[in-house]
């Protein structure tokens, strides 16, 4: 049961940072603001910290 459900959260890890991508490539087209730019990467770090590794962290202790 832990094995799918790590699968399940690698793959919203997966999405997250998929999402990530797309919206700085959307933010990057046509114009050069870094600043827009920098808000969603960390906004993607936070949420991948917090949504990600710290449940699979918990999962390791667990074991």
């Known amino acids: 049961m832990q ?3 790590l ?6 890890s997966a999405i997250i ?4 991508i797309v919206g ?3 933010v990057l087209k046509g114009t050069p603001f870094k600043e827009q730019i920098t808000n ?4 993607g770090v936070v949420c991948h910290l917090l949504f990600i ?3 699979i962290e ?3 202790r667990k074991k």
Not at 17 to 20: A, E, K, L, T
């Open 3 to 5: 094995n799918r459900s």
């Open 7 to 12: 699968g399940y959260i690698i793959i919203t």
């Open 17 to 20: 940072w998929g999402i990530v």
């Open 24 to 26: 700085c490539a959307w």
């Open 40 to 43: 969603i990467l960390i906004g």
């Open 53 to 55: 590794w710290a449940p």
């Open 58 to 60: 918990n999962m390791f």
